[in-house]
T-cell receptor, first 114, second 116 residues
Framework: DTAVSQTPKYLVTQMGNDKSIKCEQNLGHDTMYWYKQDSKKFLKIMFS???????INETVPNRFSPKSPDKAHLNLHINSLELGDSAVYFC?????????????FGPGTRLTVL | AQTVTQSQPEMSVQEAETVTLSCTYD???????LFWYKQPPSRQMILVIR??????QNATENRFSVNFQKAAKSFSLKISDSQLGDAAMYFCAYRLPYSGNTPLVFGKGTRLSVIA
């Protein structure tokens, strides 16, 4: 059983398009995250939701909008895609928002903007 | 700014040998969690081991162990009896215990190759 799943795994699109990446976790966790891994493999937090409420919003362009319809899902919508958005995007979840709660990562979505 | 530094971009080890990956971090906090994550070619991020800063005893998970030196702010990962499946990117990370939520802060990773 997949604990944290993301769709799609690969996404190739043109500049200026709007796209979404979906994330679902079946662990019963309350907290979910989006991370971005750039071409140099550097991983950085983008957003975090706890019980469907946004609790971390790092310096991310407004073109990125997370949506959490319920605790098990955290989707990432990106408007007006730019070349610099090309990266691997990881969803993660944890039992709660405490620093002691281990985060479990999804398989990643490789986004390529042409 | 809180930072995590992995000074070895690449490492290699012979199969069945032992390798140590280094990690240092910078924080003024006294309690926090430290992690090592593994990212194989499949891209999945897999938790290898974690350590809470107030615990003196070094964490161990089968062939993986850490050498946590709090005063030196060092958190190295030792892999014993290396296997081909250990080949991956390894990321060191920490998380601070502020109220609300705090993100994982990652280092830039070390690529480990295992030579048969």
């Amino acid at each position: 059983d997949t604990a944290v799943s993301q769709t799609p795994k690969y996404l190739v699109t043109q500049m200026g398009n709007d796209k979404s990446i979906k994330c679902e976790q079946n662990l019963g966790h309350d907290t979910m995250y989006w991370y971005k891994q750039d071409s140099k493999k550097f991983l950085k937090i983008m957003f975090s939701y706890n019980n469907k409420e946004l609790i971390i919003n790092e310096t991310v362009p407004n073109r990125f909008s997370p949506k959490s319809p319920d605790k098990a899902h955290l989707n990432l919508h990106i408007n007006s895609l730019e070349l610099g958005d090309s990266a691997v995007y990881f969803c993660a979840s944890s039992q709660g928002a405490l620093f002691t709660d281990t985060q479990y990562f999804g398989p990643g979505t490789r986004l390529t903007v042409l | 700014a809180q930072t995590v530094t992995q000074s070895q971009p690449e490492m290699s080890v012979q199969e069945a040998e032992t390798v140590t990956l280094s990690c240092t971090y910078d924080t003024s906090e006294s309690d926090y969690y430290l992690f090592w994550y593994k990212q194989p070619p499949s891209r999945q991020m897999i938790l290898v081991i974690r350590q809470e800063a107030y615990k003196q005893q070094n964490a161990t998970e089968n062939r993986f162990s850490v050498n946590f030196q709090k005063a030196a702010k060092s958190f190295s990962l030792k892999i014993s009896d290396s296997q081909l499946g250990d080949a991956a990117m390894y990321f060191c990370a920490y998380r601070l215990p502020y109220s609300g939520n705090t993100p994982l802060v990652f280092g830039k990773g070390t690529r480990l190759s295992v030579i048969a």
